[in-house]
């Protein structure tokens, strides 16, 4: 493309706005320069001190970029995307809270702290003590951060009006909450398009920041949850991803074990039975003998001393490492395959340490020890993540777009070539215009089946879905699972409210009352609703066979026509098979983006996750009962629970949402598709008038040096487009 945009820019015709060359000088440098935009996004999980922040600080080989100090601000902790740009610096994008939502957020912290320090003399271990305290330290750090040293007296937040503490904290003043960073560097690893994120552990505190990162998981191509190797496979915040990823039916979660160079000879030996613990000992040994022979002679062999002290050490060391990695994994998978779709779990161990004790040793010599940290075979594992998607995308850049633009170009030669008379120029431009009309009246049309695949989709759900409503029955089910969880004692039905229904202890076993409390409902329309998707996807297939018919009748009244001009017949043919393998390409795209959509609105309906429907709808009233305390205060909670579960328009307000956002997704999909087409039509029509636009033909035939230069060039492109698709298609 570079070589064609030299040659388009070899005539002073680039620079003049009216010329035809222009716009294809645009376009071909462009091309020229064509890069696959980011696509995947890789998202790491993780609690405090877990050692996130390093493991990102060694995927990009930047060390110190990303904050390994845990401070204890409460509001420091974001998600933070690392996107790739060419710079020798870095970039920060940051986005802020809304009003809306920063305010939401610090009444919450207000309610928590108030409820601590004015109420905890009155309450008991019963009432969440324990989690009031620490529930106010958040809140603390929370306005510590939000003055930044401004707040000289904490008392005003207990002894003054909410009211007013609220108003005060709206002044211009208040550093705001972040919601999310971006910072955009030069690392190898983001140049291929992939995206890097931090995110905040499921288990925090911050309830703001806790569904900030379940809504983001849902958006990333693989999460990985982090956690140190040593309490991997009983670690509370790796399986709180793997219950979320069973309850939303994710496929693509891993785990990364980090620190995996702390690890002691003797205690493994202890650890560790058979040949594994006799190797420890046997390496053991000889590293005990080896120092014990360079004792009797350091004063001589002191460079061998070091050098095979080094090397035992290092035999013992790897040893080590690579047994215990294989351990954890081993148990890992086995712990967590069944709690994610497919099976499939990908596990990590990896050292910060060790990556960073050899990084910037000459490659020979740092190899072993950068392998040995498993930030290499993870950095691959990532990088491997992009590596469809970008072929995909070269594939469609070789396929249609390079194609298009030749074609044009092939035009703009055709049109000044004077080898057709003004009767023959005439009839390509009747059929081209009548081509042109046939296809926007047959896939923009009223009558057109691609105008209504909305609608019918819409349509699909509430005959198929909605009008299957049965909420009587449902909140009997729903009803009977609150006196179930009337008649526990005091104790675990607070326990259950502090951990907004879903928890577990040894009187009752595990329970989620979000998804108890519409299990009926799910049941039921579970089966109408991949009914629905199975009808969906057929109208969906059909409008993709009803737009390949249009192209292939287009190609066809094409031929017919221009039967007696077989070389500027072949020119247009060409460009209208580049034009239509864009649009199929789009609406491709389009249908994915939409299955994955239809697959969050799944997990949102029918599932009890926090930030579904059904728990957005509990929310404020778990908040309500954390609250509580003293006496009576049992059954305040329990009173709180069934009158908002019992009310008359729980499951009606529950499926008016379900289907308010199926309409949205539904009429985004619509315009989307009605959009692309329009805009390939556009294009489709600009290219044609490379041959019908009389100015055009005109400028053309002016230019004969540029017309010969052109072809040529147009010819050597071909070719090796040719030579580029053959590559393709045997990959």
Not at 611 to 639: H, L, W
């Amino acid at each position: 493309m570079s070589r064609l945009a030299r040659v388009l820019g070899s005539s002073p015709l680039h620079i003049d706005p009216d010329s035809a060359i222009k716009r294809l000088h645009k376009r071909a440098r462009d091309l020229s320069r064509f890069q696959c935009p980011p696509t995947r996004t890789v998202g790491f999980v993780g609690d405090s001190g877990v050692g996130k922040s390093s493991l990102l600080n060694s995927l990009l080989h930047q060390k110190g970029l990303a904050r390994t100090s845990n401070s204890g601000a409460a509001c420091t902790c974001v998600v933070t995307e690392y996107h790739y740009d060419m710079r020798d610096d870095f970039q920060v994008d940051v986005e802020l809270f809304t009003q809306d939502d920063l305010m939401e957020q610090v009444t919450h912290l207000l309610q928590s702290y108030r409820r601590f320090h004015l109420h905890a003399e009155e309450m008991t271990v019963a009432d969440g003590l324990e989690e009031a305290k620490e529930h106010a330290g958040v809140a603390r750090d929370t306005f510590r951060a939000l003055f930044r040293g401004r707040l000289g007296n904490e008392a005003f937040l207990t002894t003054e009006p909410e009211g007013f503490v609220l108003w005060t904290f709206r002044r211009p003043a208040i550093w705001p909450f972040v919601r999310k960073i971006k910072v955009f560097l030069d690392a190898h690893i983001l140049s291929k398009g992939l995206v890097l994120v931090d995110l905040p552990g499921l288990r925090d505190l911050n309830s703001a920041r806790r569904s900030i990162t379940e809504r983001y998981l849902f958006e990333c191509d693989e999460v990985f949850a982090v956690c140190n190797i040593g309490r991997a496979t009983t670690d509370v915040g790796v399986a709180s991803v793997f219950e979320l990823a069973r309850r939303a039916g994710l496929s693509k979660v891993g785990i990364v074990c980090t620190r995996s160079d702390d690890i002691q000879a003797s205690e493994a030996k202890n650890d560790w039975k058979g040949q594994r613990a006799k190797r420890i000992q046997q390496l053991s040994a000889e590293v005990a003998t080896a120092r014990g022979q360079i004792d009797e002679i350091k004063r001589l062999l002191d460079e061998k001393r070091k050098f095979w002290d080094r090397n035992y050490m290092t035999n013992l060391k790897t040893f080590l490492v690579e047994t215990r990695n294989a351990e954890v994994t081993k148990k890992l998978q086995a712990s967590y395959r069944d709690k994610v779709r497919g099976g499939i779990v990908h596990v990590f161990c990896i050292s910060n340490t060790e990556y960073w004790s050899k990084a910037m040793l000459p490659k020979d010599e740092a190899i072993p020890s950068l392998q040995l940290s498993g930030i290499i075979a993870l950095r691959k594992h990532c990088l491997s993540i992009i590596a469809e998607s970008q072929l995909r995308l070269a594939t469609k850049f070789v396929t249609n777009d390079i194609p298009a633009l030749l074609g044009e170009a092939a035009l703009w030669v055709e049109s000044g070539a004077g080898s057709a008379n003004a009767e023959q120029k005439s009839a390509v431009r009747r059929t081209l215009d009548k081509i042109e009309r046939q296809l926007r009246e047959n896939l923009t049309g009223r009558g057109s089946d691609l105008r209504r695949v909305g609608r019918a989709t819409r349509e699909h759900f509430q005959n198929q879905v909605y009008d299957d409503q049965r909420t009587d029955r449902w909140k009997r089910t729903a009803v009977n699972a609150t006196r179930e969880w009337y008649g526990w004692a005091h104790q675990t039905y607070g326990a259950f409210c502090r951990n907004y229904g879903n928890y577990c202890t040894p009187a009752v076993g595990p329970h989620d009352w979000n998804q108890d409390i519409i299990a009926k409902m799910a049941r039921d329309l579970t089966p109408q609703w991949k009914q629905m998707l199975s009808s969906v996807q057929g109208r969906l297939n059909t409008g993709v066979e009803n737009l390949e018919d249009e192209m292939d009748a287009a190609m066809e009244l094409l031929s017919a026509e221009l039967e007696a001009f077989p070389e500027v017949n072949d020119v247009i043919e060409e460009v209208l098979l580049a034009r239509t393998s864009q649009i199929l390409f789009r609406m491709e795209s389009l249908r994915e983006t939409f299955q994955d959509d239809v697959r969050a609105l799944e997990v949102d309906a029918l599932t009890g996750i926090r930030t579904s429907i059904v728990g957005q709808a509990m929310e404020e009233s778990y908040r309500r009962c954390n609250m509580e305390y003293g006496r009576g205060s049992d059954q305040r909670r329990k009173g709180i629970i069934n009158g908002t579960v019992q009310s008359q328009d729980f499951f009606v307000n529950h499926m008016r949402e379900f289907r308010r956002r199926w309409k949205t997704l539904a009429d985004e999909f619509q315009k989307d598709l009605q959009d692309s087409i329009k805009d390939e039509l556009g294009l489709m029509s600009t290219s044609s008038d490379m041959i019908r636009d009389e100015n055009v033909a005109m400028e053309s035939e002016e230019n004969p040096e540029l017309r010969q230069c052109l072809e040529i060039e147009i010819g050597r492109a071909k070719e090796q487009l040719e030579r580029i698709r053959d590559i393709l298609t045997s990959q």
